[in-house]
C-alpha cells in the first residue's frame, strides 16, 4: 500500500474514534471504518486499536475480516502472548484481544499457536481462575469454532466436568437430528453431514448500506435484468443462512424463500436472522422446488449444484422454476482451484477410513497445522470445525471448469451475463489484459485468466444468467 493510502486511512480511522466512543457514528461510517481497517499494513497505534475492538462487537460490521486484520497486526506489533505466566497477564489485560477472541473464530495460525499455548499452560497450571477474562474468551471462540483448536494428550487427561476450562475445549454441542430420506444415498448423506455441522459457520454480515440489490444487477452491464418492486427470490440450499441475511438487507421488499436439507441448518439460519422479516425458512431438498408451485424473479444458489449426484439435473431444476426475463446466481467450486484441498486430503488419507467427529477433525487440522503448515490452514473455514468439514471432508463433490459451465449455460438456454471477479485490483487487471470483455463475459478468456492464476476461484466460480422471455 502507498505511504498517501496508508496516511489517509489513518487519518479516516482517528477521526471517527471520537464519534465511535461517543456512541454518535453513523451506520455507513462504522463499515466504511471496517472495511479500511483490513487495509492497513503496519501494526495498531492505540487509538487504531480502540477503534478496531469497537468495530468488531459492532451489530453493523462483519467480525471476520475485521479480526484476521486485528490478529495480524497484533502479530506485527509483538504482542502475542507468551505460554506462561506474563503471557496470561498480558492476555487478561488486552482487552482487544479479548473482543477478537470472542466475536468469531481466529483464522490466523500463527495467534492461534500462541493462544493455545497459553491455554494449555493455564490448564495444566490449575490458575484458570486467576485469569477470569482470558478463560471467558477462551470458552467464547471454542463455541465460534466448535472446539477446533487441537490439544495434546496430558491436556486430555487434565479435563473433566469440574475443570473451569473444560468447555474451551470441547464445547457442548446439540444433538443432532436424523437426517431424514431424500430417496438419493448422496442427497440423504449431505443431509446428515449438515445436521452435524451446520454452514456457513458466522455471526454477522457486513451491513451493505446503499448496496441494493437493483445496484448490484445493474452492474453486470448490457442485458442485465432489472427486477419487480417486491421480488420473489428463491435461496437454494441457504444453509447456515448467511446469503440469505446477505440479500435480504440487500432487498428489503423482496419476499424471500429459502429453503435446505438440514433441519440443524435451518434452525440456524433462522436463529442469525431472527431480525428479518422478509424470509421463510423450509426443509426442502432442491430436487423438489416445483412442489412450491411458485416461480421466481431472481434464484440464488451458492456452493450447492457441486455436491448434487447430477449437478446438471439440479441446476436445470432450478432453472425450471425461474420466470422468464429472470437471473439466476451460481456458485460452484472450480476444479482446479480444489487442487490444494485434494493436496491436504492426501496429507491425512491415514485419518479418513474413521468416523468424522471432533477429534478427528483436530488431529487433522494439527496434521496440516505442523511445518510445514499447508496453504489451506489461512482459509477462513479452516478456523473452525464445521468450516473444516465442509472445506475438507465433505461426502460428494463433482467440480467444474469454464468449458463445463458453459456447456451447461448453452445446454438450458439460458443468456450469460457474466462471472464475478474477486478483488477489484484483479477486474481492473482483467480489463486492462482483455479490453474487448469489461463485462467477464469471455469463457475462453476466463480460462486463460484462470489457467494463469489458479488459486483465481479458491472461493468459487460465481456467474450470472439470464433466463430468455
Known amino acids: 500500500m502507498r505511504l498517501a493510502d496508508t496516511a489517509m486511512i489513518t487519518a479516516v480511522l482517528d477521526g471517527l474514534r471520537p464519534e465511535l466512543a461517543a456512541g454518535t457514528a453513523d451506520r455507513v461510517s462504522r463499515v466504511r471504518a471496517a472495511r479500511l481497517l483490513t487495509k492497513l499494513e503496519h501494526p495498531l497505534s ?49 482487552d482487544l484481544a479479548l ?74 454441542r446439540p444433538i443432532p437430528k436424523a437426517a431424514g430420506a431424500f430417496g438419493s444415498p448422496v442427497v440423504e448423506a449431505i443431509a446428515e453431514h449438515y445436521e452435524e455441522w451446520p454452514y456457513p459457520v458466522w455471526e454477522r454480515v457486513m451491513d451493505p448500506g446503499d448496496e441494493d440489490l437493483a445496484s448490484l444487477l445493474a452492474s453486470l452491464g448490457p442485458g442485465a435484468p432489472t427486477l419487480p418492486e417486491s421480488p420473489e427470490i428463491l435461496v437454494a ?34 436463529e442469525r436472522c431472527s431480525r428479518l422479516n422478509n424470509v421463510t425458512f423450509e426443509q426442502r431438498d432442491l430436487h423438489k422446488v416445483g412442489e412450491l408451485g411458485r416461480t421466481f424473479d431472481l434464484i440464488s ?14 441446476w436445470r431444476t ?37 468416523p468424522i467427529d471432533g477429534d478427528l477433525m483436530r488431529e487433522a487440522r494439527a496434521r496440516l497445522l505442523a511445518d510445514p503448515p499447508h496453504p489451506l490452514v489461512y482459509a477462513d473455514d479452516f478456523a473452525s470445525l464445521g468450516g473444516l468439514r465442509d472445506l475438507l471432508l465433505h461426502h460428494h463433490e463433482d467440480n467444474f471448469d469454464v468449458p463445463r459451465v458453459r456447456r451447461g449455460v448453452e ?9 464475478n471477479m474477486p478483488g ?14 469489461p463485462w467477464f463475459r469471455d469463457y475462453d478468456a476466463w480460462a486463460a485468466a484462470e489457467w494463469r492464476e489458479p488459486d483465481l476461484f479458491a472461493g468459487m466460480y460465481h456467474f450470472w444468467c439470464r433466463k430468455p422471455v
Open 46 to 94: 492505540p487509538a487504531q486499536a480502540d477503534v478496531l475492538r469497537m468495530l468488531v462487537v459492532d451489530p453493523a460490521v462483519d467480525p471476520i475480516p475485521v479480526a484476521r486484520a486485528g490478529w495480524d497486526m497484533i502479530a506485527a506489533a509483538g504482542r502475542l502472548p507468551a505460554a506462561d505466566e506474563a503471557g496470561a497477564a498480558a492476555l487478561e489485560a488486552d
Open 99 to 172: 473482543a477478537l477472541l470472542t466475536e468469531t473464530s481466529l483464522a490466523n495460525p500463527p495467534a492461534e499457536k500462541a493462544l493455545r499455548g497459553v491455554r494449555r499452560w493455564l490448564l495444566l497450571s490449575g490458575r484458570a481462575g486467576d485469569f477470569p477474562r482470558t478463560t471467558a474468551a477462551f470458552i467464547a471462540q471454542a463455541r465460534r469454532n466448535g472446539g477446533a483448536w487441537p490439544f495434546d494428550h496430558e491436556e486430555s487427561a487434565r479435563l473433566s466436568p469440574a475443570e473451569p476450562l473444560a468447555d474451551a475445549y470441547r464445547p457442548p
Open 237 to 270: 440450499g441457504c444453509g447456515g443462512g448467511r446469503e440469505t441475511m446477505l440479500i435480504a438487507l440487500r432487498a428489503p421488499e423482496a419476499r424471500i424463500t429459502a429453503i435446505d436439507l438440514s433441519s440443524a441448518s435451518l434452525a440456524y439460519a433462522a
Open 301 to 314: 444458489c451458492s456452493g450447492v449444484i457441486h455436491h448434487l449426484p447430477d449437478p446438471e439435473a439440479g
Open 318 to 354: 432450478l432453472v425450471e422454476v425461474l420466470k422468464p426475463g429472470g437471473v439466476i446466481s451460481v456458485m460452484v467450486y472450480s476444479k482446479l482451484a480444489r487442487m490444494r484441498v485434494k493436496a491436504a486430503r492426501k496429507r491425512i488419507a491415514d485419518l479418513l477410513d474413521r
Open 411 to 419: 445446454a438450458l438456454g439460458l443468456e450469460f451475463l457474466g462471472f
Open 424 to 437: 477489484s485490483e484483479r477486474r481492473a487487471r482483467y480489463r486492462a489484459e482483455h479490453p474487448h470483455d
